[in-house]
C-alpha cells in the first residue's frame, strides 16, 4: 500500500505543541480518506489537557498520555474510499471526528455529510454541537421553558442555540466576559448578565419575572455548580454538561432538598434513547440549513499549522477575546 504524507498536530508535554510529519496508507476496506480543510479547537477539553489542570484519578488523568493527539472536530472532501464502501464517494463533503491533522483516516459510517449550503468552517461546530445536544437531552426541554445557560464560551453558545430550537421561550445567558455577549445575542438570547454566576441571581429573576426551570452549566468550572443550583426554580432541572478537571471540588447545597431539584449530568459519551451521534448531527445541519441554529461570526481567529504554538497561547492568553480557534489545512 502507498503511503500519503501528511501533517497533524501533537502534545508533546505539558504546554508543548508541535506540528509534525505523519504518514497514511491508502484507506482499507470500509475506510475513507479525507483531505481536511479545517479543524476547530476545543478551547476547554483541548486546554484542560494542553496545561494538565485535572486532579490525579479523574478521567482525566487516566485518558491523557502525552504524547497527546488533540483535537475531534474536522471537515473536508472525501479524497478516496476503501473497498466496500458506497458512501461516502470522492468529492463529496463530510465532517469527522479526528485529531488536528491535513487528512483523516475513519470508517465510512464515521463521515458525516456536511449540506452544500454549509460552508465547511461553520461544519466543524458539529462535534461540540453534538456535546450541547447531549445536554439539551437530559434537560428535557418543554415548549414556553425559561431557560438559564451560565457559560458563554462554545458549549454555552451550542446550549443556548440548542434551547432556542427546541422549544424554549426565553434563554438567558450568564458569563463575565462582556465581549461574549454578541455572540448570545446572535444566537437568540433573551438577556444576558456579564456577571459571575453567584451574582446574577436578581438580574435572572427580573428579566424572567422568576427563575428558570432549567440550568445549564456549560463552563466546566467547579464553583459554578453550587451557583447553578441556586438559580433554578423549585422542581427545576439542573444539568451540569462541562467536565471539570476537579470534580471533588463541586458541591452540593440546600437547594437540591429546599427545592426539590433534579441534577442531570450529560457530556459526550452520554447515551440517550432515540439518538445516536449520526442521527444528532444530521439533525443540527438540518436546523443550520433551516437558519434556526446561526453559526455565523463564531469562528473569531483561524491559523495555519505551523501557528499551533500561537494557536495554543492565544486560547490561554486571550480567552475572553476568543471563541471558535480554526486550524485551516489548506495551506
Known amino acids: 500500500m502507498a503511503s500519503l504524507p501528511s501533517k497533524r498536530l501533537v502534545f508533546r508535554e505539558k504546554q508543548r505543541v508541535e506540528c509534525e510529519s505523519c504518514e497514511l496508507e491508502d484507506p482499507g476496506p470500509g475506510e475513507v480518506l479525507v483531505r481536511v480543510g479545517h479543524s476547530l479547537m476545543s478551547t476547554g477539553t483541548e486546554n484542560i489537557v494542553f496545561n494538565q489542570l485535572y486532579?490525579?484519578?479523574?478521567h482525566w488523568d487516566h485518558w491523557v498520555k502525552f504524547p497527546f493527539y488533540p483535537g475531534y472536530a474536522?471537515?473536508?472532501?472525501?479524497?478516496?474510499?476503501?473497498?466496500?464502501?458506497?458512501?461516502p464517494q470522492p468529492g463529496e463533503r463530510v465532517a469527522v471526528r479526528c485529531p488536528h491533522g491535513a487528512h483523516a483516516l475513519v470508517k465510512a459510517e464515521s463521515c458525516y455529510p456536511v449540506p452544500d449550503s454549509v460552508p465547511l468552517e461553520q461544519a466543524v461546530w458539529f462535534a461540540l454541537a453534538k456535546i450541547a445536544f447531549q445536554g439539551r437531552c437530559a434537560?428535557?426541554?418543554?415548549?414556553g421553558d425559561d431557560v438559564a445557560v451560565i457559560g458563554a464560551g462554545p458549549i454555552g453558545q451550542m446550549s443556548l442555540r440548542w434551547a432556542r430550537a427546541n422549544g424554549a421561550a426565553r434563554v438567558v445567558v450568564i458569563d463575565p466576559v462582556p465581549e461574549r455577549e454578541r455572540f448570545a445575542q446572535a444566537g437568540g438570547a433573551h438577556a444576558y448578565f456579564a456577571a459571575p454566576a453567584d451574582k446574577a441571581k436578581p438580574g435572572v429573576e427580573a428579566a424572567l419575572g422568576g427563575l428558570p426551570r432549567v440550568v445549564v452549566d456549560s463552563t466546566g468550572h467547579a464553583a459554578v455548580f453550587a451557583a447553578a443550583l441556586g438559580l433554578a426554580a423549585q422542581k427545576g432541572h439542573v444539568v451540569v454538561l462541562g467536565d471539570t478537571g476537579h470534580p471533588a471540588e463541586q458541591h452540593l447545597t440546600s437547594d437540591v432538598i429546599m427545592k426539590g431539584l433534579t441534577i442531570a449530568g450529560a457530556h459526550d459519551g452520554t447515551k440517550f434513547t432515540g439518538w445516536d451521534e449520526p442521527s444528532a448531527v444530521r439533525y443540527f445541519f438540518q436546523l443550520v440549513e433551516d437558519g434556526r441554529f446561526p453559526l455565523g461570526e463564531l469562528n473569531t481567529h483561524r491559523f495555519g499549522p505551523g501557528e499551533a504554538a500561537e494557536a495554543y497561547a492565544t486560547a490561554n492568553r486571550e480567552r475572553a477575546q476568543t471563541m471558535g480557534l480554526i486550524f485551516d489545512w489548506n495551506e
Do not use: D, F, I
Not at 474536522?74 to 458512501?87: I, K, L, N, P
Open 139 to 143: 434537560a428535557e426541554y418543554r415548549a
Open 74 to 87: 474536522a471537515a473536508g472532501v472525501v479524497a478516496a474510499v476503501g473497498e466496500g464502501v458506497e458512501s
Open 55 to 58: 486532579a490525579p484519578g479523574t
